[in-house]
């Protein structure tokens, strides 16, 4: 499906130590997990701030509530968006994303190794093991400073 979308234009370079500060406070951002810590969730932020946080029991469904929000407001521009997972980034994770034209993502676990590929084949900047402050980028790391690069 990825060989019809246009590869996500360069630019909208983002700060490790923000990327970082974002994990966190999606984490401040889930109702439902504090109350069942059974839940995961996705987030939108742009330069202005956070855009949308959805929660579900499956993460890739949080994942289709938060890029349906972005694809039915008018005001959403994912070139400058970031999306922000609470668990792992699979291939279907980082697929959502280029299609929505999101250019970085953001999980607090490990990619697969497909979502890796898939990102590097699109120009998605896509960063794991997001926590204690740290994170490593996997793919296009122009758009990523001050952090390790894979």
Request: charged residues 20%; proline residues 4%.
């Amino acid at each position: 499906m990825l060989d019809r979308c246009e590869p996500l234009p360069e630019g909208g370079e983002w700060g490790a130590d923000a990327l970082s500060k974002l994990v966190v406070e999606l984490a401040g951002r889930q109702p439902l997990f504090r109350a069942t810590g059974g839940s995961h969730a996705a987030g939108l932020v742009t330069r202005a701030g956070w855009q949308a946080v959805r929660e579900d029991v499956g993460r890739h469904n949080a994942v289709d509530k938060a890029v349906g929000w972005a694809l039915l407001s008018n005001g959403w521009c994912g070139n400058a968006g970031v999306l922000i997972v609470s668990g792992r980034c699979g291939f279907e994770v980082a697929q959502k994303a280029v299609m929505a034209r999101i250019p970085v993502v953001v999980s607090i676990s490990a990619p697969t190794s497909l979502a890796v590929e898939v990102a590097r084949s699109a120009n998605l900047t896509l960063a794991g093991f997001a926590r204690d402050g740290r994170l490593t980028v996997y793919s296009c790391p122009e758009r990523v400073t001050g952090c390790a690069k894979l």
